[in-house]
């Protein structure tokens, strides 16, 4: 039922950074929630075949970039065609 109500989807991107990074930055729960929850998130990679994870301790433009480069070459890996390039 699951499957057919919810399906896997086609990309998962991960933005992660290490417990204690995060809790710095929010002062929400506790680091040792914060990285189970980094646990649990970082463990989808092994059921979703399109995973990819971003190291969000780079500077902002960093990350931005990476995000938009892993979707676009997914999709170009879907399509067959190649990714353009964004101007950075």
């Not at 969000?56 to 995000?67: M, R, S």
């Not at 892993?70 to 999709?75: E, L, N, V």
């Amino acid at each position: 039922m699951l499957d057919r109500f919810f399906p896997r989807p086609d990309l998962v991107v991960c933005l992660d950074a290490p417990a204690e990074i995060l809790f710095a930055r929010k002062a929400e729960g506790t680091p040792e929630l914060l990285e189970g929850r980094r646990r649990q998130y970082l463990a989808i990679e092994d059921v979703v075949p399109h995973f990819v994870r971003i190291d969000v301790t780079q500077p902002v433009e960093k990350v931005t970039q990476d995000v938009v480069d892993a979707i676009c070459g997914f999709h170009a890996s879907r399509s067959g065609s190649v990714a353009e390039t964004i101007p950075s």
